[in-house]
């Protein structure tokens, strides 16, 4: 009786793994190049596959999302885009496509227990313009709360990334 049901556990959890888009880890935007001076294409990148939601990403990538925090126990969860990192991603390129601009971006916003983005703090940003719309962006974004023993609780979400304009 157990092995049948761990068989058909076994195969529900392949079926569910196999309806999960496969893993993007970057957004890349390739431009007409026309002289060596001209951006040649602007890349965002992450450590977990931007396409998929907390839920959807396996339990090592869980990990690498819960590294960012200090002290978090085993069935804590932080803070995460609700329909993963992939909106996020794309308006930061969209924006950086225009502004070009290079070096570090570390940002956090707070999220409530409801998933709503209520203050973004500035830690660092190589450009005005672009730490005014990732700011706009990422309050406008809605976020799977934060999970502190067992409920919904309040946390930041740190949102840490490079730019660099390929030339």
Known sequence: MACAALAVWSALSARAADALPPPVYAVKQQVATT?????????????????????????DEQEVVKSAYDAMRPLD??????????????ALREVQRKVLAEGELSMFVEVDPLGNATAVSVMKSPDPKLTQVVASVLMLTKYKPAVCRGQPCQMAYPLRMSFKVER
């Open 77 to 90: 969860e932080p803070p995460y885009p609700i329909d993963g990192l992939g909106p996020v991603f794309e």
């Open 35 to 59: 002289g060596s001076n001209i951006p040649k294409n602007v890349v965002t990148s992450s450590k977990v596959p931007i396409n998929r939601r907390y839920a959807e990403l396996t339990p």
